[in-house]
C-alpha cells in the first residue's frame, strides 16, 4: 500500500493563506507520482492571454458557445473567420519556462500524469508526453456529419485558398485562438466543408463553452487523480467545473493539493497549500530545488 506525502491540512471551507515560498510544493513534488492539472494561466508567457488573470478578455470578449456554433452557420462562419487570423497567434506561440519544467519534472519521474486545460499544444512542444488534453486540441478539427478527425494546418490552407483577398486585421485573441473582427469582414469570409464525407460542416476539435467534455475523457481523468498522491494544480482559477471537479474529487479521497496560480481560484478552500507567484520563474525555481533543471 502507498503511503501518501503528508503536510498539515484539514479542510475546513476557508483557504490557507497564499505564500510565496515553495517548500511545501517542493516536499509534495519530491514525493513523487504527482498529477498536474493545468490552465490557461500556464501559457500567458507565450504570448496567449487566459480568460480570468490580468490578461483575460472574457469580460469583453464573450466566446463562442456551443449551441451557437452548431445551429447557425452565420455563427460557423464568424467563428472560422476570426479562428483563422487567431490560428497564426497559436501556431507562433512557442512553450515557455512553465511548460519547460512540466516536461522536465516528468522526465525526472516526479510526475504521474498531466491533464491540461489548454488547446494550444504548448506542453507537448516543450517535451511532455501522454498528456490528457481535457477540453481537445485547436490542432485537430471534426466534421459534425461524419465524426471523422483532420490536421487543422490543411484545413488553415484550404481556407486560404478559398479566402486569397482576405487581409483582415485580428485584435485581441482568446485562448481558443478566437479574435475580435468586424462583421463587414465576417460576412466575406468564405467556409469549406468536410473532405471526407463532401458536405460536413467542421468545428475545432475542442470542447466550447456549452458543451460536454466526453465522459469517457473525463473517466480517464478520475483514474488519474485515482493513482496520484498530490494534485498540483498550475495557472488555473479552477472556474468553471471541468477542472474544479478534479480538485474536489482529490479533496475527497484525502489526496494533498498544491495550487500555483496568479490570484485566487475557486479551488482555494481545499488546497493544502497555495503559491501566488508568476509560473515560470516559480516552476523554474521548483525544478532547481528538486534537482530536475
Known amino acids: 500500500m502507498r503511503t501518501r506525502p503528508t503536510l498539515s491540512w484539514t479542510p475546513t471551507g476557508t483557504a490557507v493563506p497564499a505564500t510565496t515560498s515553495l517548500a511545501e510544493v517542493t516536499q509534495l513534488v519530491a514525493?513523487?507520482?504527482?498529477?498536474?492539472?493545468?490552465?490557461?494561466g500556464l501559457s500567458t508567457e507565450s504570448g496567449i492571454p487566459d480568460y480570468r488573470g490580468d490578461s483575460g478578455r472574457l469580460r469583453r470578449h464573450t466566446p463562442m458557445t456551443y449551441e451557437q456554433f452548431v445551429a447557425d452557420a452565420d455563427g460557423?462562419?464568424?467563428?472560422?473567420?476570426?479562428?483563422?487570423?487567431?490560428?497564426?497567434?497559436?501556431?507562433?506561440?512557442?512553450?515557455?519556462?512553465?511548460?519547460?519544467a512540466v516536461a522536465a519534472l516528468q522526465a525526472a519521474g516526479r510526475l504521474s500524469g498531466i491533464i491540461t486545460q489548454n488547446v494550444d499544444g504548448l506542453h507537448q512542444a516543450?517535451?511532455?508526453?501522454?498528456?490528457?488534453?481535457?477540453?481537445?486540441?485547436?490542432?485537430?478539427?471534426?466534421?459534425?456529419?461524419?465524426?471523422?478527425?483532420?490536421?487543422?494546418?490543411?484545413?488553415?490552407?484550404?481556407?486560404?485558398?478559398?479566402?486569397?483577398?482576405?487581409?483582415?486585421a485580428a485584435g485581441r485573441v482568446n485562448p481558443d485562438g478566437d479574435v475580435e473582427l468586424a462583421d463587414?469582414?465576417?460576412?466575406?469570409?468564405?467556409?469549406?466543408?468536410?473532405?471526407?464525407?463532401?458536405?460536413?460542416?467542421?468545428?475545432?476539435?475542442v470542447v466550447f463553452f456549452g458543451e460536454g467534455v466526453p465522459a469517457d475523457r473525463v473517466e480517464h481523468c478520475y483514474r488519474?487523480?485515482?493513482?496520484?498522491?498530490?494534485?498540483?494544480?498550475?495557472?488555473?482559477?479552477?472556474?468553471?467545473?471541468?477542472?474544479?471537479?478534479?480538485?474536489?474529487y482529490a479533496a475527497k479521497r484525502g489526496i494533498p493539493?498544491?495550487?500555483?496560480?496568479?490570484?485566487?481560484?475557486?479551488?482555494?478552500?481545499?488546497a493544502t497549500v497555495r503559491v501566488d507567484r508568476?509560473?515560470?520563474?516559480?516552476?523554474?525555481?521548483?525544478?532547481?530545488?528538486?534537482g530536475c533543471a
Open 31 to 40: 514525493a513523487g507520482r504527482v498529477l498536474v492539472l493545468t490552465g490557461a
Open 76 to 100: 460557423r462562419r464568424r467563428y472560422w473567420a476570426r479562428s483563422h487570423l487567431g490560428w497564426r497567434t497559436i501556431t507562433a506561440a512557442r512553450p515557455n519556462a512553465g511548460h519547460r
Open 126 to 168: 516543450a517535451g511532455a508526453r501522454e498528456v490528457t488534453e481535457l477540453h481537445g486540441s485547436l490542432s485537430r478539427v471534426v466534421c459534425l456529419s461524419c465524426r471523422r478527425t483532420s490536421d487543422r494546418a490543411a484545413l488553415e490552407r484550404r481556407l486560404r485558398a478559398a479566402n486569397p483577398d482576405f487581409t483582415a
Open 184 to 205: 463587414s469582414q465576417v460576412r466575406r469570409f468564405r467556409l469549406v466543408d468536410c473532405v471526407a464525407c463532401g458536405s460536413g460542416p467542421l468545428k475545432p476539435d
Open 224 to 248: 488519474l487523480v485515482d493513482a496520484a498522491d498530490a494534485l498540483l494544480v498550475l495557472g488555473s482559477s479552477l472556474a468553471v467545473m471541468s477542472g474544479l471537479r478534479f480538485v474536489r
Open 257 to 270: 493539493i498544491a495550487i500555483v496560480n496568479r490570484g485566487e481560484t475557486r479551488g482555494d478552500p481545499l
Open 278 to 290: 508568476p509560473l515560470g520563474a516559480a516552476l523554474t525555481d521548483l525544478t532547481t530545488l528538486l
